[in-house]
Each structure stands twice: as structure tokens, then as C-alpha cells.
């Protein structure tokens, strides 16, 4: 029994190593498929050479409403941080006095232009009698005092004529400035743009030309304002020098200016935009040394727009709002360029993946301007040139992580 059993066990071992022996092993894995790729073609593109600074927007000299009389104020006719028409009401004065010095001067133009009359007729009447007496006189019988009268009398007249005239000048002067001083009692927005919060509340004493009461801020046009190191300051004067970038203090050659917001992902390719196309119109005299830069400033129009639907759009710019600014850099040229993103770096040199034949290689390539999300390459100098791009090349445009030099690739 027990030999059995020995016999049996055996014969299973030798069943077991029979497969084992006979067998090949698991399969290999089959190699992996070619990575599939898009491609790009490298082309000649517009580029304007341009340098990136950051700025700032800042409304366009700021009016600050002083009155220009003095007195109570009465209401104030706003809200803090609205919008303002030129000519709108802000505030009123309490005119009372205001009035009553308007009708006094109309009174004192009255009496004056009666005292004109009055002497006028003193006058007629005075010479009447003065060449009454003097044909008296010159007939014998009358007397010299006589004649030095009436002829005093016709001077008396016509001085106080003369001084009725003067009151009557000086009533309509004084009408004047009454009436101007009655209009000041309204304050008016001396400018379109917006309010900041008011300084003075109804029933407050004001000075005339001493009371600050608000500021108004212009919204059109609004300034761009950014600042240049003195290194790109010496730079640009040494381009404009050499006769590479047009010289900007000639009015007909200004430096082209574009602008835009941080919520922009591009800037503006509508040469008409005003509103985010300029020229460059300021610049500061002189280095500020502390910071070592130059202020420079654009300007740009800030206008209400219409939208597709008729509405009207406000000003999208904003004083305070930050902006990239996009100055001009030399004269525009075609550059051969492929997108920044197929660019990569080696051991501190730049590459880029092209097929040749279905398989990847590296290309090495010196990478020149970079604008609008493109960049420029050198140009091969020969079809066995090690480094460079040309029209012909297909370059690798994504997928880049699985793709390795000498690879097979799918050109999708």
C-alpha cells in the first residue's frame, strides 16, 4: 500500500516537470504602438519689434469744485462716486444776500439813470438861461456877474451829469457781479467724469476759493503711465540715434503705443482701437535717481461704445486699473517663427522634434523675438545644416513627453 501511494507521487512529479520542461515561457510584450503627433510648419509672420513694460491708468487732470462765494450750503444734488455731466448741479448756496445785492444794484442803476435825466434837463434849462443873460449883457443891459452865473451853473450841471453817468457804471458793475455771484450759488460739475465722495454735508459754512467740496474726475481721455529703467531708456536713444527706430520727437514718427488689461490675454490687433492704440506724447526730462527710472506717459480715448444690440457699453478703462503697455522697438519685418510651445530645453540649449522619414530627431535652434505666443528661429543655412528651421521642416507640435529621439512617430 504504501508503495502505491510512493509510485503515485512520483508519477504526478514526473507529469509536472514533463510540462514544465516542454513549455516556452510567457509571450514578450508586443512593442509599443508610435506615439501620434500633430505637426506644424515654421512660416515667415508679421513682427513689429516691440518692448513690454507695466503701467498704470490715471485720469486726465483732475478738477477739484471749490466755491467761489462763501455762505451756507443747502443741498448737495450727487451721489458719491457717480458719474457727472458737465454743467450738472452739485450743490447750492443759500442765495438771500445773494439776491438782495442784485436788487439793490438794479435800484442804484434806476436812481442813476433818473439823476442823468434830471441833470440833462438842469443842463437844456441852465444854457437856456445863460444865453438868455448873455444877449441881455450884450445888449448893455445886463451885468458881467450875471453872465458868470448862468455860465457856472451850465459847468454844475454838467458835472453832476458826468457823476451821474459814473453811478450809473458803477450800479451796472456792481449788477454784474451780484448777478455772477447769484450763479455761483449754484455749483456745477466744471468737468465730465466721475465724483469721488463728498468732502462737505448740507448746512456747512463755506469759504469762497478756500472750500474744497469734491473732485471730478475726467474719464476722457485717460492716461497711460509706465516707467523706463535707464538701461532701456539709453537703449532706445541709441536706436533712434543710429537711425533704426524713427526719431519720436518728430511728430509725423511718434512711438506707436498699445495697451492692455490684466483680464486681456492679448493685445489689441485693431490698428483703429483709439482706445487701445496710441502714441507715446510725454516723457519725463530726467531720471528720477532713486529709482533710477523715466516716467512716460500715452494717452487713449475712453469713450462710451455701442454694442451689437444698440446698448451703450461705458469706458471699459479705468483710472488705478493695471496695464501692460506694448511699446514699438524697430521697424516691422517678416520673421521665420514657430509656436513657443514646441520649443524645449537641453542642458542650456533649445530644441525642437521634426520627422524626417517617420521618426523623430532633435533640431537644435537659437530662438530670437518672442511676440504673440510665437517665437523666432534661425533660418538652416544648408539642407545638412546641424541647427535652424525652414518652410520645408514638420515640426512636432504636441504629445512631446512621449516622444524620444530616433522614435517612429503617427503624423495625425
Known sequence: MRCARLSAVVGLVSVFAAVVGCGKGPAALPPPEPPTVAVIKPRMVPYNPTKEFTGRLVTKDPVKVIPQVSGKLISREFEDGKEVEEGKILFRIEDVLYKADVEKANADIAKAKADIANWSAQIERDKAEYTRVKRAYDSGSGAQTDVDKAAASVKVDQAQLDVSKANKASAESALKKADENLKYCTIRAPATGKLNQSLVSPGTLVDAYKTELVSVYPLNPIYAMFEVDELTSRWYRDQIAAGLIPDPHNKSTPLAVTIKLKNETQYTTDTTDRSRNSVIDYYDPFLVRETGTRTIRATFENVPKKGPKGELIPPLLSAGDSVRVRVAAGTPREALAVPESVIFSQQRKQYVYVV??????????????????????????????????????????????????????TVK
Open 356 to 409: 524626417v522619414e517617420g521618426k523623430a530627431h532633435l533640431r537644435e535652434i537659437e530662438p530670437g523675438a518672442s511676440f504673440d505666443g510665437m517665437v523666432e528661429v534661425n533660418r538652416r543655412t544648408s539642407p545638412s545644416a546641424p541647427t535652424g528651421l525652414d518652410e520645408n521642416d514638420t515640426v512636432i507640435a504636441d504629445n512631446l513627453l512621449r516622444v524620444r529621439p530616433g522614435i517612429q512617430v
